[in-house]
């Protein structure tokens, strides 16, 4: 079975150094570190996992009885012209929807390397090049959590009209996302390059423009302008510029930001974000208080860079 896993994490630090994920493996490398409890914090609340691999009900809301059983579907146009979409699939211990034969190192390597238990190569609409700066305790709780989740049955229709990439997005270069312009002796600079983590990992894979073929233009990092939809023929969506630039958040205070991902509200206009954004008080706005201003002294303290202004369509 092919899964695309939109997993989510959270740390304390960077992990620049990390090295490359290993080819897939059955070899039973066990989740020995994290927890279940910060596993379901980072899946329900960091990187929201449940927007894409819950299906929402006839109300528009996200099916509470389908949690993490799949599906939101996303499209996008490939080198070629291609409309692809992708589905984002099962996430719960089902046999055989879900995970319940996978390994830990087969989610381990789906989640940073974007192979899935197949050896098929994943579609990066599941941020799985971000995903390889995971440090090993987050990915563990992620994986450790996942194998909480009660199974459902719920069939993911196939990607199309390919159902794989070959070969996978290559991994990020973490050194080459911008860090603080904050001096190493400012009182707030441990909790902004601890923001640079989460925000590499939440933020990034959205909030950057591409080269093209899946590379984000990491001299563009978090300056908005990526454009995707979730339904084909739906209205393109546009990701804002979120750097301390004019034509992103240059007005914005820490204060602000905070207040932004708490309400899914645009400072001065009372506007809502894009639908695309996964803020609010049951999502992005129940991360911790410590975590949200983490981020939000990063995204202040940023390089500041002219890209935009973008609006969701």
Known sequence: MRTVLLACLLACGSNDSKP????PTDAPHTATTGTVERGQYLVDHVLVCG??????GADGKPDPTKYLAGSRSYDFTDKTGTVITVNAENLTTHNPEGLATWSDE?????LQGGIDDEHVALYPIMPYPEYSQLTKQDADSIIQYLRTVPANDNVVPADYPYFDQDPPAPAIDGTKVPHTTLAASDPQFAAAERGRYLATVACLNCHTPQLGD???DLTKAFAGGKQYTFIRGAPKQTSVNITPDATGIGT?????IVAALKSNTEKGTGRAFCSTHPGGPELLGKMTE?????????LHTLPPVANGPFTCE
Do not use: E
């Open 20 to 23: 490359a994920v290993d080819a």
């Open 290 to 298: 410590s975590d949200m201003t983490d981020i939000a002294t990063y």
């Open 214 to 216: 899946d590379i984000p």
């Open 51 to 56: 927007v894409c691999h819950t299906p929402n």
């Open 106 to 110: 087969q989610i381990r390597t789906a």
């Open 252 to 256: 914005w205070s820490i204060a602000d």
